[in-house]
C-alpha cells in the first residue's frame, strides 16, 4: 500500500535556484552558517567525507577573501521560495604575468562552496558560470581557480563542467611553529627591505615568471604586508648593491590570521592525545628542543611567504635563514600555527625553503580557462602567439600573490 501511494505521488518539480550579488546586510548570517557546514578538510565543500577537518573562520567578515583586491565579488546561491541560500562563490580580477613579460587580465575564482542537503542540482556550475560573465564584463581573458590534486569533486567540477584545464602543479610547503626559536648564523645580516625598493626589485626579478600582479606596489604596502627582508653575507653588507649584489635571498611575510582563521577538528582521540603529549615533553625537558605539534585544535592563524628569491652559491644557505628569520616572527606572534610558502615544483628555491613533509602538498593544482576565445581560433593549426594556455612557459617561476592564499 504504501509503495502504491508513493507512485501515484506527481513528479518532483525542480526548483528554480537564482544567483545574486551578496549583501551584507542581508546575507551575512545565511552565509556564515553555510561555511561552517562546508568544511575545508571535507572535500572542499564539495563532499561529506569523515575524518579530520581543516575549519575556516572569516572572522565576521565573508567576503575577506577578496576584499583586497581593487575589483572583487561575492556572488550567492538562492534556492526554493524561501529562497535560502544554498552556494557561494567569490571571484575577482587582476593584471598578472603570463611570461615573457607580457601581461593579461587574469579573474581568479575561489571560496566555492555548496551547502551538503544541496548538491547534485547544478548549484556549483550555475555560480561559476554567472561568475564567469561577471569577470569577462570587467575584461578579464582568463580565470583560474586553485584545489588540492586529490578534491576529485571540485576538479570534476571545472574541468567537466565548465572546460577548465589542468594548468600548473605549485608545491605549498608548511612548517608548523612550535615552541622553540630556529638559530641563524652570526655570519648572515637580515635587513628590512623599504616597499620602494622591494617593488622595484620584484619587478625586475619577477618579470619573465607567471602571476606576478602588477599592483604590487599595493600588495607591499598593505597592512598586511609585515615586510619584506632581505639575507645577505654580513662581510658583504656595507658594499651591498641591489643592481650589481649576485649573493642574496628574499622575501616578504603576508599575515593571514588578520583575515582568516584556521581550526583542526574531527582527529581521533589518539592522536590528539599524542599531540598535546608532544607539548608536555618539551615543556618538561625544553633543552631537548623537540619539535613538538603546535595547538590547532584552537584557533591559529598562518604567516604566508611570498616573493621568495634567492641568488648566488650561497642563495639556499641564505634563503634557508631567511626563512628562520620568518618562522621566528610567527614564534613571536603567539597566535601563529604555521608559515606557509608556495612555490613551482621547478623553482630552485623550493630546496631551500624548510617544512614538514606531512603537512604540506606535493601538488597544488591550478585550472585554467580562457574566457574571451578569438573568432575562428578553433581552426587554428598553431596556437595564437598570446594564448598563454598553448604556449610553453618561459620561466620555471610562478609568483604567487599572497592575496590569493
Known amino acids: 500500500m504504501v509503495l502504491k501511494i508513493a507512485a501515484e505521488q506527481p513528479p518532483r518539480v525542480p526548483l528554480e535556484v537564482v544567483v545574486r550579488e551578496y549583501d551584507e546586510e542581508r546575507d551575512k548570517v545565511a552565509v556564515e552558517d553555510l561555511e561552517r557546514r562546508c568544511e575545508v578538510g571535507g572535500g572542499g565543500g564539495s563532499s561529506n567525507r569523515a575524518g579530520p577537518s581543516l575549519v575556516t573562520d572569516l572572522m565576521g567578515d565573508p567576503i575577506c577573501r577578496v576584499r583586497h583586491f581593487p575589483t572583487h565579488i561575492m556572488l550567492v546561491a538562492e534556492y526554493g521560495e524561501e529562497k535560502e541560500i544554498v552556494g557561494v562563490v567569490r571571484g575577482c580580477v587582476k593584471n598578472v604575468t603570463s611570461g615573457n613579460s607580457v601581461f593579461s587580465n587574469l579573474a581568479y575564482i575561489l571560496g566555492l562552496r555548496v551547502s551538503p542537503t544541496h548538491r547534485m542540482l547544478g548549484v556549483g556550475t550555475k555560480l561559476v558560470k554567472k561568475l564567469e560573465e561577471w569577470c569577462k564584463e570587467k575584461g578579464a581573458d582568463y580565470a583560474y581557480m586553485a584545489t588540492d590534486c586529490t578534491n576529485q569533486p571540485s576538479i570534476n567540477l571545472f574541468t567537466k563542467k565548465c572546460n577548465y584545464i589542468k594548468f600548473r602543479t605549485p608545491t605549498m610547503l608548511v612548517q608548523p611553529v612550535h615552541a622553540h626559536y630556529k638559530s641563524i648564523s652570526s655570519s648572515i645580516a637580515i635587513v ?182 578569438e573568432e575562428g581560433e578553433a581552426h587554428r593549426s598553431e596556437p595564437p602567439p598570446s594564448d598563454w594556455i598553448n604556449s610553453r612557459s618561459s620561466s620555471p617561476v610562478i609568483f604567487v600573490d599572497p592575496r590569493d592564499f
Open 192 to 373: 628590512k627591505v623599504p616597499p620602494k625598493l622591494a617593488e622595484s626589485m620584484y619587478r625586475r626579478i619577477f618579470a619573465n615568471s607567471e602571476f606576478f600582479p602588477k599592483d604590487i606596489d599595493a600588495i607591499l604596502a598593505s597592512n598586511l604586508n609585515l615586510g619584506t627582508f632581505m639575507a645577505v653575507p654580513k662581510k658583504s653588507l656595507s658594499k651591498w648593491d641591489s643592481r650589481e649584489s649576485t649573493t642574496f635571498a628574499m622575501l616578504s611575510v603576508w599575515n593571514t590570521k588578520e583575515v582568516f582563521k584556521l581550526q583542526l577538528k574531527g582527529v581521533s582521540p589518539l592522536t590528539h592525545a599524542c599531540c598535546v603529549g608532544s607539548r608536555v615533553l618539551d615543556a618538561w625537558l625544553p633543552w631537548l628542543k623537540l619539535p613538538s605539534f603546535p595547538d590547532v585544535f584552537r584557533q591559529f592563524g598562518v604567516y604566508f611567504l611570498y616573493g621568495l628569491h634567492m641568488e648566488g652559491k650561497q642563495g639556499c644557505r641564505l634563503m634557508k635563514s631567511l626563512c628562520s628569520f620568518a618562522y621566528n616572527m610567527a614564534r613571536d606572534d603567539g597566535e601563529c600555527g604555521a608559515v606557509v610558502a608556495e612555490v613551482s615544483h621547478r623553482d630552485p628555491v623550493r630546496e631551500a625553503i624548510p617544512h614538514w613533509r606531512r603537512f604540506s602538498l606535493a601538488e597544488d593544482l591550478w585550472c585554467i580557462k580562457k574566457l574571451n576565445k
